[in-house]
């Protein structure tokens, strides 16, 4: 009996499905692109869901309640509880644009070089084997949205977020690094979550990525 290909998606809220405008709603199993994904690439495959409301790539979330937001000090946890994996799609950066941060665009990429660079030298305890890594880009940010015109927690987040999907994309070229660009994907009314045509979008993009790999 054949072995199923293990992808594990590690994100935040966007991984996580967090319905835009809700208070901590999630998106059904048939609406999340984690889930899709796992649909369209069918039962040779198994999709591991490991997304996170506010996790950051670095940054630590003081706010109560928020703790163990760093995806950092979870990462190699999390891919040993998880052993033995195929791929990992990496899906981060989205709160670490948040003003009180205080990142740019070019911080933001130094802080995935750190994950791509440990990733690339994991090996699964089991056989030593290295995942295959493919980054997901991000949603651009709407600044025009209801919750970001009244709550400052976003502000600049626009324009950095759109640097920041271009600057990945050549990072990720330069590495030959697989790259989703996901700068055409929309958010709702919070102007920060994935709608649900955008989860289907992801998943479609994404299935077609892995299945290259």
């Not at 889930?35 to 790539?57: A, C, D, F, H, W």
Request: glycine fraction near 8%; hydrophobic fraction near 30%.
């Amino acid at each position: 009996m054949s072995k199923k290909i293990r992808v594990l998606c590690f994100g935040d809220s966007n991984t996580w499905g967090y319905i835009p405008g809700s208070d901590h709603l999630r998106y059904g199993e048939n609406q999340r692109w984690t889930k899709l994904l796992q649909q369209k690439l069918g039962g040779g495959y198994e999709v591991i869901e490991e997304g996170l409301n506010s996790r950051t790539l670095f940054s630590e979330d003081d706010r109560p309640g928020k703790q163990g937001r760093n995806g950092w000090t979870y990462l190699k946890p999390c891919l040993d509880t998880h052993d033995r994996l195929d791929a990992v799609v990496l899906m981060l950066g989205t709160n670490e644009l948040k003003a009180g941060f205080n990142n740019c665009a070019s911080d933001i990429v130094k802080m995935i070089d750190k994950y791509v660079e440990f990733l690339q030298k994991y090996k699964s305890q089991i056989d030593k084997s290295t995942p295959k890594l493919i980054i997901s880009g991000l949603p651009p940010v709407n600044e025009l949205a209801d919750y970001c015109k009244m709550n400052d927690k976003y502000k600049g987040a626009g324009e950095k977020s759109r640097e920041l999907s271009l600057m990945l994309k050549n990072y990720c070229s330069a590495k030959k690094i697989p790259y989703v660009d996901n700068s055409d994907l929309q958010t709702g009314i919070d102007g920060v979550h994935l709608t649900s045509d955008s989860h289907k979008l992801l998943a479609e993009k994404l299935a077609k990525m892995v299945k290259e790999i």
